[in-house]
């Protein structure tokens, strides 16, 4: 992937193309594993421990980070394992090996996971930061989001050879991250999905300071083909977060709390394709909306959600593609935004398929009474 070129002009143009490119061959991999039925859907999930063998990661007073991944990461796929029947868990290490952050991306994209979770230990140089934060792959924010990325890409300089495998990248250097900023990963919106979901347990369930979602670029999530996530699940450079991640307690409650995401993450999923979730997973979620009142009390009404976010966006037609009706759907941690307004489902799904050029990952959901249901239920509750 290298592009540097000494005329800028022709620079903007291959940078071009090559968008054109992954664009074109990661959009047709999305649509190839979309046609699989989603009724008998087992689920392929890779957790990822960061660092280990030569790479420590950070270091606290009296911890590594390689070793708290580690722990967190066996727990959390044991959680998985034992209490969501349909999930197969792959970890990329399950003992103190070095695996440089290419083949980590290359084992789940082999496996066709279809959940990537990375997970890590944060560090600062004051001992006075602390919380967990969650990073999918995304547009730079700010340099505390840089320096996050660059710490964690930095592995990259143990490895063999590194400049030639990672194509020149340079995890040191500002100038390495700028063609990350022009590529958006299609599966931006289902990682922020569980991302949100993983913050959220962290917060509600763990108490946590919640540093939020943000976007950032890691090696690890570019190269992966699915939803992926790296998670920070606290700095062991504050003395009382080192002591929680390195105790049993707080390596069960962070792992534990990953895995109520996941299994939320694939509850949600399974909503909108059919499969309902066990009856404590439903979270009421209410609209938000000009037009709500339309909706008769009692009746059942399909809409089709074409994106979510951790913030709101205002509401307007050039935010949304050029769609003109938008609908904004509260839940906790996000929002979600919809298209259109049927009594019919086979009315939705049409409208589905002509908003489906401008947003692939488009869906139909249900809502009765200013809650999101099941698609299953609803369709069955129209049919009494």
């Not at 009382?240 to 707080?250: A, I, V, Y």
């Not at 990953?258 to 439903?282: H, L, N, Q, W």
């Not at 990952?361 to 609803?378: C, G, M, S, T």
Request: glycine content about 6%; aromatic content about 8%.
């Amino acid at each position: 992937m290298c592009i540097i070129l000494k005329n800028g002009k022709h620079r903007t143009f291959n940078i071009f193309i090559l968008l054109l490119v992954v664009t074109g061959l990661i959009s047709f991999h999305v649509t190839s594993r979309a046609s699989s039925p989603a009724d008998d859907k087992n689920w392929t999930i890779v957790i990822d421990a960061g660092h280990g063998g030569k790479d420590p990661g950070a270091l606290g007073a009296n911890s590594r980070e390689k070793d708290i991944t580690l722990a967190i990461a066996l727990l959390t796929g044991d959680y998985i394992e034992k209490n969501i029947p349909n999930a197969r868990v792959l970890y990329t290490r399950k003992t103190d090996v070095f695996i440089g952050l290419k083949e980590r991306a290359e084992f789940a994209n082999k496996n066709k996971a279809d959940l990537f979770i990375s997970i890590h230990a944060n560090w600062a140089p004051s001992s006075t930061i602390r919380g967990t934060e969650t990073f999918v792959m995304g547009l730079a924010r700010d340099k505390q989001n840089l320096e996050v990325a660059m710490k964690e890409n930095e592995v990259i300089l143990l490895e063999e050879d590194f400049s030639t495998k990672y194509e020149g990248f340079d995890p040191k250097s500002p100038e390495s991250y700028i063609i990350f900023t022009l590529m958006q990963n299609v599966y931006q919106e289902q990682s922020t999905n569980l991302a949100s979901m993983i913050q959220n347990q962290f917060r509600t369930r763990v108490n946590r300071n919640d540093r939020g979602v943000k976007q950032e670029v890691f090696w690890v999530l570019y190269m992966t083909t699915m939803p992926s996530v790296l998670t920070e699940t606290g700095f062991i450079t504050s003395p009382e977060e080192e002591k929680f991640l390195t105790s049993k307690q707080g390596q069960e409650y962070m792992a534990s709390a990953i895995f109520r995401a996941c299994r939320d993450y694939i509850a949600d999923v399974g909503s909108k394709t059919g499969i309902s979730p066990a009856p404590e997973d439903i979270v009421p979620e209410h609209i938000n909306s000009e037009t709500a009142s339309n909706i008769v009390k009692g009746d059942i009404t399909f809409m089709v959600q074409v994106a979510t976010s951790t913030e709101r966006t205002e509401i307007r037609s050039d935010n949304f593609r050029g769609i003109q009706e938008i609908t904004e759907i509260q839940s906790p941690g996000r929002y979600r935004y919809a298209s259109g307004r049927f009594s019919r489902y086979d009315d939705a799904v049409q409208h589905r398929k002509k908003v489906e050029g401008l947003f692939p990952d488009a869906f139909v959901i249900a809502v009765k009474e200013d809650k999101i249901l099941p698609l299953q239920d609803a369709l069955q509750l129209q049919k009494q």
